[in-house]
Each structure stands twice: as structure tokens, then as C-alpha cells.
């Protein structure tokens, strides 16, 4: 019977036959539903997983060092750190941000002219009225910050060719400690995972910019100045080099051109403060960056680095 066909037990042969024409019915519907629906996704998560030509750029082999960078060399060694690439800055700011849209940092060409005007600053220095400290270009530069790529047109430019064709000697460099590892000996974790949260959307260069402390384990020049690439010097300031030299062998020298100021024996570090960090009702100022001129050594990197673990 009709009935019996839809039962439970006669109808299991008949059954099965009407059960696998339903299961190629259906499955000739998820077919077309995968064609009409799915195929869409599909692409959508193939593109998602290419990588970019940033990435791919950031997977090439990077260039080697000459052994010959590691000479030792009485020349004052001025060292440019580069940690980010222009998009890179552009992704930290907010949405909201008109920077964002407004920035005329976007594109890379500026690089060249200022790493240009940096180091022909510092020739003019030391070549007027004959200095008595020759001088070396540097630049630190994080892995992911080599070559860059302008996203508005697609233009990469090789910073390590940049600046070796200007004088710098290129140091690639990654941060002393992973950022996974930071402060991983600290009791306050809470604090260290804040931290860590921070600098992943900090503007600028975030955490990356502790590459900066590969300058302290620069052991083959005696005096070692960390500049910004925005910088341009105007006048000599040996008086510095001799200061710091003449500490570092026990004696207090007096600087001329800077009253009551005394350099006590045995200084690495010479440094301003940065007077725009100082905020109401507080009076304490951070360091400023653009300008340190210390000596090298390699404890004081190693004693460095283990703060930050």
C-alpha cells in the first residue's frame, strides 16, 4: 500500500530507493548552492591568505655584512636607527586619524634626501678647519623596515642599497629580546601584557625601536653618536668626543663653550633631555634620542638587554 511504502518496515526497500534519489537530489542542490554561494567565499579566503609583496619582500635572503665593518677604527661612528616603513606608521594611527589620509609621509622618496642631507652635514663638519676625528656612517636597520613598499603604487624601495650607496655601513638588526620575551621574569605580568598590547599600536616604531641598544655593542669604535635620520649638524662638537674619551681614562675635563659643565670620570653616556615630555604638575622629563653620544660596551649592552627580560 501507499502507506505501507512510507512504513517502517515494508517500505524499506522502496524506501532506500527513494532515499538515495533524495540524497542525489540533494546533494545535486549543494552543489548548485556551493557554485551559486560558496565560490565567492572560496576566493574571498584565497586572496586573504596571499601574501603581500611586502611579505614577500620581507621573506628575500637579506644582504650580508663585510667582515670589514668590524675593524677597529678610531673614527666616531654616527649611527641612524630605521625600525618602520611609511605604511607602517600610517597603519598605527586611529581611523579617525586625518593623518592617516593627509599624510605626505606615505611615500618613501624623502628617505634618500634625508639620509643624503644627514651625512653631508657631518662631512662638512669634520672637514671644516680640519677636524681631528674621522668619521663612519651607520645605519641600524630592523629586518622588516629593508625594503618598503608604497601601497598608493605599488613602488618598493631597497634601503639597504639606498644607504650603502651613500657611505652607511648597514647593520640589520631584530630587537634584543623578542617581544614574546619581554619581561618575562618580572612578577607583574599584568603589567608586562599591558605593555605589550601598547607597543603592538604605538605610532612610530613601537617596540622595534629598542634596536637602538645594538649601539651600546659597537666595541670597534670608541665613540659611538646615535642620531635621528631627521637630523642635520651645523657646527663641530668634538668637545663631546674629547670629554667622553678624556672620562673614560679617569680625568675630569671642563667644556669650554658650555658653562660649569663638568664631565665626572668614568661617563659612557652623554645626553639632553627631552623638555617636551614634561607634562603639568610634573617636572620629570624623558631622555631625547635624537642625540647620544656614548662609548661602547659590550657588559653595559648585556647588563641593558637583561632589563628588559
Not at 69 to 83: F, K
Amino acid at each position: 500500500s501507499t502507506s505501507g511504502i512510507g512504513g517502517g518496515g515494508a517500505g524499506a526497500g522502496a524506501g532506500g530507493s527513494t532515499g538515495s534519489w533524495g540524497k542525489r537530489q540533494k546533494l545535486d542542490q549543494g552543489q548548485d548552492q556551493s557554485n551559486a554561494d560558496s565560490l565567492p567565499v572560496q576566493q574571498q579566503e584565497i586572496k586573504s591568505e596571499a601574501p603581500s609583496l611586502k611579505q614577500i619582500l620581507d621573506q628575500l635572503p637579506l644582504p650580508e655584512e663585510p667582515a670589514s665593518y668590524y675593524e677597529p677604527s678610531a673614527a666616531v661612528a654616527y649611527v641612524v636607527s630605521i625600525v618602520s616603513c611609511p605604511d607602517d606608521l600610517l597603519a598605527s594611527l586611529p581611523l579617525y586619524d586625518p593623518a592617516r589620509y593627509l599624510n605626505a609621509t606615505r611615500s618613501d622618496k624623502a628617505f634618500r634626501d634625508a639620509a643624503a642631507i644627514l651625512q653631508y652635514s657631518i662631512a662638512k663638519v669634520h672637514a671644516r678647519g680640519g677636524s681631528r676625528y674621522d668619521y663612519q656612517m651607520y645605519a641600524i636597520i630592523h629586518p622588516k623596515a629593508v625594503r618598503c613598499v608604497d601601497s598608493t603604487n605599488g613602488d618598493i624601495t631597497d634601503r639597504h642599497a639606498i644607504l650603502t650607496a651613500l657611505g652607511y655601513r648597514v647593520l640589520i638588526r631584530s630587537e634584543p629580546v623578542p617581544l614574546p620575551d619581554f619581561g618575562s621574569s618580572n612578577p607583574d605580568q599584568h603589567m608586562v601584557e599591558g605593555y605589550k598590547r601598547d607597543v603592538e599600536h604605538a605610532i612610530g616604531g613601537g617596540y622595534r625601536d629598542f634596536v637602538r641598544l645594538h649601539s651600546f655593542a659597537m666595541t670597534w669604535h670608541n665613540v659611538v653618536v646615535m642620531v635621528d635620520l631627521h637630523t642635520m649638524f651645523l657646527q663641530p662638537i668634538e668637545d663631546l668626543y674629547d670629554a667622553l674619551l678624556g672620562a673614560s681614562n679617569g680625568n675630569t675635563i671642563e667644556l669650554p663653550r658650555l658653562d660649569a659643565l663638568r664631565i665626572r670620570p668614568k661617563t659612557q653616556l652623554l645626553f639632553t633631555r627631552d623638555y617636551n615630555t614634561v607634562t603639568p604638575q610634573s617636572f620629570n622629563t624623558g631622555y631625547e634620542t635624537g642625540l647620544l653620544v656614548l662609548e661602547p660596551n659590550q657588559s653595559v649592552f648585556d647588563d641593558l638587554v637583561n632589563l628588559l627580560l
